[in-house]
């Protein structure tokens, strides 16, 4: 029995003195990732990838949309990718699909 209360104890003290160095040494890291975070040069090159990012995100979104609405106007029939596509209404496809369907040599 008294082996056993004096591993219990034995680990409770080692968890408590690991956790306290373990904390001591991750703040240390981070107070250390801050500091190189923070200087001029890394700043400088992190401005110049969030704005070399965000013009290649603007130029992606709108090439997203442009081909969205086009595959929206082949899978409806309709010409809405010189209008806009998005403008048109979701009825506007379905009586599109219907009147296709009543058509002689329409989809079933």
């Known amino acids: 029995m008294k082996g056993k209360i004096a591993f219990v104890l034995g680990a409770a003290v080692g968890y408590v003195l690991g956790t306290r160095a373990g904390r001591e040494r991750y703040e240390q890291i981070k107070r250390g990732a801050q500091t190189v975070w923070n200087t001029p040069s890394v700043q400088r090159g992190a401005d110049a990838v969030r704005e070399a990012v ?4 603007d130029r992606v979104k709108a090439s997203v949309v442009r081909a969205g609405r086009s595959a929206f106007s082949s899978f ?3 010409d809405d990718a010189g209008r806009g596509g998005a403008e048109a209404s979701p009825n506007d496809a379905v009586r599109r699909a219907a009147k296709r369907e009543e058509e002689p040599g329409g989809a079933v």
């Open 54 to 57: 965000g013009d290649r995100v």
């Open 76 to 78: 409806t029939g309709g």
